[in-house]
T-cell receptor, first 114, second 109 residues
Framework: GAVVSQHPSWVICKSGTSVKIECRSL??????MFWYRQFPKQSLMLMAT?????????EQGVEKDKFLINHASLTLSTLTVTSAHPEDSSFYIC??????????FGPGTRLTVL | ELKVEQNPLFLSMQEGKNYTIYCNYS?????LYWYRQDPGKSLESLFV?????AVKQEGRLMASLDTKARLSTLHITAAVHDLSATYFC?????????FGKGTKLSVKP
């Protein structure tokens, strides 16, 4: 149980385009979902926390207008990188929590912006 | 602001020997997590430590927590090649996970 999927697993896009990444909890309802970014050989940095039906809470330094998060249901959150630039190239990982101690991590999405 | 520090950042291990990774955190945290990450992959949950003195073991890995010292350790017993990966600790602050920089383990025969 407790499976989290992400789609796509990798994406290459041109600079200036927008990219949407989906995060789904497959067998549980996620009251909270988290989005992380991981640059090569670095740790995970929390970007934002979202609760179903409410606006996401962004970490300091993360532009909310650039990284749009929608948590429309208890099993789906989306991250849209708007007007992507090469410096946005990174590994984006979501996690989902049914509540309590645990976060279940998705497999990650590797974004490359040309 | 909660900060999490791991050391060492790199660890070259010999098969069969024992090693320890240290994870210090700067302010009170109610949870301490250990994760494993293989290259190009996401995180695999290893342990969740909830209270002072907690000790959990899985195979060759054992994690412990000292909340008074704000220190968690991940002990590796008789290292084997399969353990080569990057290991992260994370502490929880106000519901959010704050990660250490990770420790890259490499096991040499």
């Amino acid at each position: 149980g407790a499976v989290v999927s992400q789609h796509p697993s990798w994406v290459i896009c041109k600079s200036g385009t927008s990219v949407k990444i989906e995060c789904r909890s497959l067998d549980f309802q996620a009251t909270t979902m988290f989005w992380y970014r991981q640059f090569p050989k670095q740790s995970l940095m929390l970007m934002a926390t979202s609760n179903e039906g409410s606006k996401a809470t962004y970490e300091q330094g993360v532009e909310k207008d650039k990284f749009l998060i929608n948590h429309a249901s208890l099993t789906l959150s989306t991250l849209t990188v708007t007007s992507a630039h090469p410096e946005d190239s990174s590994f984006y990982i979501c996690s989902a929590s049914p509540g309590g101690n645990t976060q279940y991590f998705g497999p990650g999405t590797r974004l490359t912006v040309l | 602001e909660l900060k999490v520090e791991q050391n060492p950042l790199f660890l070259s291990m010999q098969e069969g020997k024992n090693y320890t990774i240290y994870c210090n955190y700067s302010t009170t945290s109610d949870r301490l997590y250990w994760y494993r990450q293989d290259p190009g992959k996401s995180l695999e949950s290893l342990f969740v430590l909830l209270s002072n003195g907690a000790v959990k073991q899985e195979g060759r890995l054992m994690a412990s927590l000292d909340t008074k010292a704000r220190l968690s350790t991940l002990h590796i017993t008789a290292a084997v090649h399969d353990l080569s990966a990057t290991y992260f600790c994370a502490a929880r602050s106000q519901g959010n996970l704050i990660f250490g920089k990770g420790t890259k383990l490499s096991v040499k025969p």
